[in-house]
């Protein structure tokens, strides 16, 4: 079955820097690859996604690349806030959707005043 | 328009016995998927019903089920309760079309097991 390989586990970064998180995965067939941002105590939320047939996806200060050919893809956060702060989840599927998504274990991204 | 709704928020069960959780998707969702989360091991896919099917199964023991109604609300039960089934059970519903895939999460199910 498919793995997700995700890191770091923790990021700390000062305001304003940016941040990057980078996560593998494992099978080819994989073709949807979700980000979400879980705070303390509640739900995860989704804040970005890409599929197999797009190398870039921008939103506002995220951004999404993959590369296919080596199986990673990576979440680009500029200009970090202090409510950034959170656990980011990657994801993939080989589904084309969100059943049967492998999450990585998490980053835990905390940003400095 | 309301989101996924998950009951009850918080359960303290004994080993050796049954629990029923239970998920509402979004209004005109038909899919409903359940994760286990721990801290240990992250979120991990446990099945996905569609239609009242079951459509994929994660790697879970047997006991580990769930069901989907008509109303495309959702059950899951765990049987002969273990110390390490304690986590945090959310369940996740979309419209699983071509163009619309994206996933809501409920707040999730907190079960202790004792």
């Known amino acids: 079955g498919e793995n997700v390989e995700q890191h770091p586990s923790t990021l700390s970064v000062q305001e304003g820097d940016s941040a990057v998180i980078k996560c593998t995965y494992s099978?080819?067939?994989?073709?949807?690859f979700p980000w979400y941002k879980q705070e303390l105590g509640k739900r995860p939320q989704l804040i970005i996604d890409i599929r197999s047939n797009v190398g870039e996806k921008k939103d506002q200060r995220i951004a999404v690349t993959l590369n296919k050919t080596a199986k990673h893809f990576s979440l680009h956060i500029t200009e970090t806030q202090p409510e950034d702060s959170a656990v980011y989840f990657c994801?993939?599927?080989?589904?084309?959707?969100?059943?049967?998504?492998?999450f990585g274990k998490g980053t835990h991204l905390i940003i400095q005043p | 328009k309301a989101g996924v709704t998950q009951t009850p928020r918080y359960l303290i069960k004994t080993r050796g016995q049954q629990v029923t959780l239970s998920c509402s998707p979004i209004s005109g969702h038909r899919s409903v998927s359940w994760y286990q989360q721990t801290p240990g091991q992250g979120l991990q896919f446990l099945f996905e019903?569609?239609?009242?099917?079951?459509?994929n199964k994660g790697n879970f023991p047997g006991r580990f089920s769930g069901r989907q109604f008509s109303n495309s609300r959702s059950e899951m039960n765990v049987s002969t309760l273990e110390l390490g089934d304690s986590a945090l059970y959310l369940c996740a519903s979309s419209f699983q079309t071509a163009l619309n895939t994206e996933a809501f999460f409920g707040q999730g199910t907190r079960l202790t097991v004792v």
């Open positions: 994801a993939a599927s080989a589904k084309g959707g969100a059943d049967g998504l492998t």
């Open positions: 019903y569609f239609s009242e099917t079951q459509r």
């Open positions: 099978d080819s067939a994989s073709n949807y």
